[in-house]
């Protein structure tokens, strides 16, 4: 199932394991999109090299959605990227397996685009598990492992943010004299 743990594809999914959990250590949504996008060219080669192909696709549109998002909030650029990611999927996909990463990306896309912090992070934890799924059906060792470690790590983020949150809740004003 796993393919030689030193090939050339499993070395680029090595490579997008490191991103991906840089990805979801940041508090920065700007940071948190910048090293996604770098997470998906990185998942691009992964894909391709293991013949993946609607993986591939979908990650491909993926490196846009994320850097789009930087600097976009609007509905009608996150359309054009779900319905992007859905014509790659009619277009590509050969099974209800292989839907699994266009799913992902519309659900990556409508987070990035729609939500900010702890809700965008939560949502993507929908995401991470399609793509778990995905990883372990595909034979790619570094997309589980960041898959399993996105969950982790992703969920601790959730946990510091809402912590900060709750702390500024907390925190009484105090009135100047």
Request: aromatic share 12%.
């Amino acid at each position: 199932m796993f393919h030689d743990i030193f090939s050339v594809p499993q070395l680029f999914g090595y490579l997008a394991f490191i991103f991906g959990v840089g990805c979801f250590l940041q508090k920065s949504d700007v940071r948190f999109k910048v090293f996604m996008a770098i997470e998906c060219v990185s998942y691009v080669i992964h894909f391709w090299l293991l013949g993946n192909f609607t993986a591939c696709a979908s990650s491909a549109v993926s490196v846009g959605r994320s850097l789009a998002a930087i600097r976009s909030r609007s509905r009608w650029v996150a359309l054009i990227f779900v319905l992007l990611s859905l014509g790659m999927g009619v277009w590509l996909a050969r099974s209800w397996l292989s839907m699994l990463p266009i799913i992902a990306s519309c659900i990556g896309t409508t987070a990035l685009f729609l939500l900010s912090g702890v809700r965008m992070r939560l949502l993507m934890l929908v995401g991470t598990t399609l793509w778990l799924i995905n990883n372990i059906a595909s034979g790619s060792i570094g997309g589980t492992m960041l898959e399993a470690v996105i969950l982790t790590t992703n969920s601790w983020t959730i946990f510091r943010l809402m912590r900060d949150q709750r702390g500024e809740a907390e925190t009484p004003k105090v009135p100047e004299p």
